[in-house]
């Protein structure tokens, strides 16, 4: 096989993965089965596709085989009988489903049960979020980690952990009655939060962008928001998503990153940042503030001005401020650093990123957004080995491209 196709291959697996998993532990009810499982299926199409080539509907290929694959497994299993029964009345549940049920709806309910199965209070937060990006948003082990700051080690011991619990406490596959949404909400918004950052700006790959996990933490969101409609922190981060996937086409050109203040906001979408305005209006009257509400209202204030010297950096720093009290932490720090640069000066931006350098030292946009600001006050060597730095850390072919445009420029 050649080196595209197998990366096609790949990249298909990536976009389908979360559906395929989150199906098949709805039918076995067992995530380590249903993992193994589509990793079968990921060999067998390794081995099928560049014969066949790669099928119309590659998702419904994988769910398929995947789920042979399960079944072939089961029959090695003592339970034999009752998870065969259950699996022979799914096939047939989806049988009639292929005749006209909306499909889109089954996966998006079969999502929202994964993520709500891995949000059980019963787990701890920062598992709950890890399990579910692992499972639901088919991210690494190693992608994971660095969006908790931690090494890799670290964090598969998390994730194997919770996959135990889940299975030795018997936690159901559902969502739960209305008198438990309120349990879960934090550690679901932050999955949905988290899938769509890792769309918006991929941590690894040669794609900045990955607009399948986008589109999946919007409508995941949207859901959530229809379970708990007067949940105002719920409502907050459909705005902020909306936000910020309406400047999609003027994030990238040519396959490069295009900076905020370069953007050629005409490319913006407005008629979904008059959508993201209306949930951000409906939150704020609901008078329970919370964190994604105070970001979405940063998201707004960009999308408000004209251009990027129109922008009203002290308000958004005003709103970073209320952001640190709510829900500090060093990436919280850094961006209202960035706010702090350009309200009051890039020395004022500094003196801050000081403040958390101990904390970010391994993190790539920590070092990135420091040489911008050592460029802007002419300190250019200083600014070259930041950025340096920053290209280290990085594993975003098209992250570290921008990274060397910005040494180009220093040079």
Avoid at 36 to 59: H, K
Avoid at 288 to 298: H, K, N, V
Avoid at 370 to 393: H, N, P, Q
């Amino acid at each position: 096989m050649t080196s595209r196709g197998r990366e096609t291959i790949e990249r298909v697996f990536r976009n389908e993965y979360g559906r395929v998993v989150a199906s098949l532990i709805r039918q076995v009810g067992d995530f380590e089965l249903a993992e193994d499982a589509v990793q079968d299926a990921v060999t067998s199409a390794l081995t099928a596709w560049p014969e066949t080539g790669v099928p119309r509907n590659p998702g419904a290929w994988l769910t398929t085989t995947a789920r042979r694959k399960a079944i072939d497994r089961i029959r090695r299993q003592a339970n034999y009988e009752k998870k065969l029964a259950q699996l022979e009345y799914q096939t047939r549940q989806e049988e009639l489903a292929d005749k006209g049920e909306d499909v889109d709806s089954q996966v998006r309910d079969d999502q929202l049960r994964l993520i709500f199965t891995c949000c059980h209070p019963a787990l701890a937060l920062e598992a709950q979020v890890a399990l579910t990006l692992k499972t639901l948003g088919g991210l690494s082990t190693a992608e994971i980690a660095k969006g908790f700051l931690t090494n890799e080690a670290t964090m598969a011991q998390r994730i194997v952990r919770a996959k135990r619990k889940i299975k030795n406490a018997g936690i159901p596959y559902r969502v739960p009655a209305d008198d438990q949404l309120p349990d879960r909400i934090a550690a679901v918004l932050a999955v949905v939060y988290l899938i769509f950052n890792e769309g918006y700006f991929a941590s690894s790959g040669d794609n900045i962008v990955r607009h399948e996990l986008c589109t999946d933490a919007i409508r995941l969101g949207q859901a959530v928001s229809d379970l708990m409609p007067d949940e105002a922190d719920a409502l907050g981060l459909n705005a902020l998503l909306r936000f910020n996937h309406a400047r999609r086409d003027a994030r990238t050109r040519d396959g490069r990153v295009v900076l905020l203040e370069d953007q050629d906001r005409s490319l913006w979408h407005r008629d979904e940042i008059d959508s993201a305005s209306a949930l951000l209006d409906r939150a704020i009257r609901l008078e329970r503030p919370g964190p994604y509400q105070i970001q979405a209202a940063i998201a707004a204030l960009h999308a408000a001005a004209d251009n990027f010297a129109d922008t009203d950096w002290q308000q958004i720093l005003l709103l970073y401020d209320r952001l640190v009290e709510m829900s500090p932490g060093p990436v919280v720090a850094l961006n209202r650093a960035v706010a702090v640069a350009m309200a009051q000066g890039p020395d004022k931006g500094l003196l801050e990123l000081d403040h958390i350098a101990a904390e970010l030292d391994g993190y790539a946009w920590f070092h990135s957004t420091r040489g911008e600001l050592l460029r802007r006050l002419g300190r250019y060597e200083e600014a070259t080995l930041s950025f340096r730095r920053a290209i280290d850390l990085t594993e975003n072919t098209s992250a570290a491209e921008l990274l060397e445009n910005r040494i180009t420029m220093v040079g």
